[in-house]
Every structure is written in structure tokens, then in C-alpha cells.
């Protein structure tokens, strides 16, 4: 019986071979495909000057969202202070651009190529120039270490064709991208980027003078304003969770030694005098309609992202390590507004309504303004 089932079994495995190499084969021919496809593609790779035109995007769309606040006095502060954090920064030659965003909600957005965008909302809830330092540093950190472009290397969201030199010379592909690196912005980059942000971040921020502490101090805040809120809000939607971005930071802080440095209150109560609005009675823009805040209307192809994006949670989760994009972007939107305790679910710090004019604010610092800036701060030269 024993050698009966063995020769059954020989003449089973010369029944099946030839059916299992047949599909073996088959399956060599669509690997050997799909290699052939990805031949044919490479990854997003981008100028200096390219990375400024794809910043300059999407601020335009930022700005037109949110809309700018017409003060040159607290353009000419918050730039200053960007300046020279930038300064001691690892990518010092970039032409950066800091722009305060007309609305109440709490929120910053950092566009390739050196715009950094900060809400009066945020500037309301920090307490010192230091504070200010701790973010800025953060959103210049993300450009600095290009977050936006490897992100989109990563999921491969966008990519050039094999034999492409320049991304600029195609305008379908220069628009993908251009969509593509909106939507890492404005939905918020993954966990790793958030705290490798934090690390470079509070390193450039004490290596300037600043006490490090800053950004520790406004995440804290930041936590206090989403406690009574039913869903995470802003800054606070997309970012790891405060409590081990705060022991991280006071680890790093301890581990370096980097603890002093100036707070510069006066100053920054001398400079900014917004107050913050509570969170439920921002004036938040509702869902359902075209629209954007101070923008105008929204274009056809905005709208169809808009209404895709919309679909998608706005929320930190570990799926976004391999979809950095897997949030809501540039979302529906109405020039209808809702007050307090109207509109359960929406993120109001997003979601907040803008001002009406989204034009640059022209600032021009010389190298006395900066050299007095610091002195006058005890900064570091």
C-alpha cells in the first residue's frame, strides 16, 4: 500500500506540474509588465527655483482661503523673528517669506521653497517671543528638510517620466504636483515629519538664542483650547499626540543641554495684540456649498478636489505613515458661516472664515534691522 500511494502521488505531481508552471508563467509576464511600467517613471525631483514656484502655488491658495493681514507693522515682527531663526538654519540662502493669515483659528502651514504661514489665531494664544520662535523654527523645519517633496516621493503621488529632466516643462504634471503638494500641507504631514519638525525645530530655535521651551509652552495651549472640543481641531487634527511630542521635547531639551535662552515677553506684547477668540465661537465656514473664504469663487477642478477631499477624515492616524495625503484637503466650504455650537464635527481652526484680501504684505528688512533686532534680544550673532 505503501509504494501504491507514492506512485499516486508521482502521477498526481506529473498531472499538476505542467498546470502550475503554466501559471507561473503568467505570473512572470505581469511582473515582468509592471517592471516595464515602472521603468518608464522616476520620482519628483525639483530645482531650488522650481521648489519656490511650487511654494508660490500654494501659498496663492492658502492666502485665498484664509486671506492676509494688511498690518506691515506685524509682518515686518514676525519676520524679523523669522529671519533670523532662518539665519542659523540649514538651507540660510532661501528666500523665505513669513505671512500672517487674516482668521481667528489657530493654525500654520509650511509651503515648499520658504512660505510660512502663521494665523493671527496662533499669534493670539502665544504668550512670548519665544513661543513664536518654537513655531516658526517648526514650520521652517519642514521646508528646510523638504517634508512636502518626500512625502510625495514616498507615495509616489506624483512622478516624472523616465526621460523628463524638468517637472516645470510639463504643465499637466506641473499641476498634479502642484495639487498633490496642497493637499501635504493643508491636511498635515505623517508623525515621523511632525516630530523630526519638532527636533530640528527646537535645536535651531535654542541655537538662536531663543529659550527652547517655546514650542513645548504653545503645544500645551494648544491642548488646553481642544479639551472640550469633540474632535481634534487645527494644528491638533494632523499632528502626533501632544503628550509624547512634549516629553520628546523635554527629553531633547535635558539630553542637549539647551535649556536658557530669552522668552522676550515685553517685546512680543509690544508687537502683537491680538487676543483668542474661543474656539466654538469662531466663525467657521460650513460644508455644503462653493466658495472660498476672501478668494472669490472656486474654479471647477478646485471644487471636484474639493469635493474629493471632503470624503476623507481629517485626522493624525498611523495609516497616513504610508499616505502622507490621506486627510482632508481644500474641503467644501461656504461663504455662509456658522456660530457658536453650530456645527458639531467641523473643525473650526481649519474650517475658520477668512479675511477678504489675500495680497502680500511687502516687507523689506536690511541687515541694520536684523543686527539691531538681536541685539536688542540678546540674541545670538
Not at 514676525?78 to 529671519?83: A, C, K
Not at 515677553?265 to 466663525?283: E, F
Request: net charge positive; aromatic share 6%.
Amino acid at each position: 500500500m505503501r509504494y501504491r500511494s507514492f506512485g499516486v502521488c508521482i502521477v498526481a505531481m506529473l498531472t499538476i506540474c505542467p498546470l502550475a508552471w503554466a501559471q507561473f508563467g503568467k505570473l512572470k509576464g505581469t511582473v515582468d509588465q509592471v517592471t516595464k511600467v515602472t521603468d518608464k517613471f522616476k520620482d519628483i525631483q525639483l530645482t531650488d527655483q522650481e521648489e519656490i514656484k511650487l511654494g508660490e502655488d500654494i501659498s496663492t491658495r492658502v492666502r485665498a482661503k484664509y486671506g492676509v493681514v494688511q498690518d506691515p507693522a506685524v509682518h515686518k515682527y514676525v519676520s524679523l523673528v523669522g529671519t533670523v531663526l532662518v539665519k542659523k538654519s540649514s538651507r540660510s540662502s532661501l528666500p523665505f517669506h513669513f505671512i500672517v493669515l487674516d482668521t481667528d483659528g489657530v493654525n500654520a502651514f509650511a509651503a515648499p521653497g520658504g512660505f510660512v504661514h502663521i494665523t493671527r489665531g496662533a499669534l493670539a494664544l502665544m504668550k512670548n517671543e519665544a513661543d513664536l520662535a518654537g513655531v516658526l523654527a517648526h514650520e521652517i523645519a519642514h521646508v528646510t528638510e523638504k517634508h512636502t517633496i518626500k512625502a510625495i516621493q514616498k507615495g509616489k503621488l506624483v512622478q516624472m517620466g523616465a526621460s523628463e529632466t524638468s517637472v516645470s516643462s510639463n504643465p499637466d504634471l506641473w499641476k498634479r504636483l502642484s495639487d498633490e503638494a496642497y493637499k501635504v500641507v493643508f491636511a498635515g504631514f505623517g508623525r515621523g515629519d511632525e516630530l523630526d519638525a519638532d527636533e530640528h525645530g527646537i535645536i535651531l530655535t535654542a541655537g538662536t538664542g531663543y529659550a527652547p521651551e517655546g514650542l513645548g509652552e504653545f503645544l500645551f495651549a494648544l491642548k488646553s483650547r481642544n479639551t472640550g472640543s469633540d474632535s481634534k481641531q487645527g494644528l491638533f487634527a494632523s499632528h502626533p499626540e501632544t503628550d509624547e511630542r512634549l516629553q520628546k521635547i523635554e527629553a531633547l531639551i535635558k539630553g542637549r543641554n539647551l535649556a536658557g535662552g530669552e522668552m522676550l515677553q515685553p517685546r512680543y506684547a509690544a508687537n502683537v495684540k491680538y487676543q483668542p477668540v474661543d474656539q466654538v465661537k469662531i466663525a467657521a465656514i460650513a460644508e455644503g456649498t462653493a466658495g472660498v473664504a476672501g478668494g472669490g469663487e472656486k474654479k471647477d477642478d478646485q471644487k471636484k478636489e474639493g469635493d474629493d477631499e471632503g470624503k476623507k477624515k481629517s485626522r493624525f492616524s498611523l495609516s497616513r505613515l504610508s499616505n502622507p495625503t490621506a486627510t482632508s484637503g481644500d474641503t467644501k466650504q461656504s461663504s455662509a458661516v456658522t456660530g457658536s455650537g453650530g456645527s458639531r464635527g467641523v473643525d473650526r481652526e481649519r474650517e475658520a472664515k477668512g479675511g477678504p484680501n489675500p495680497a502680500l504684505v511687502a516687507v523689506t528688512l536690511t541687515d541694520k534691522d536684523i543686527a539691531d533686532f538681536k541685539q536688542e534680544g540678546k540674541l545670538k550673532a
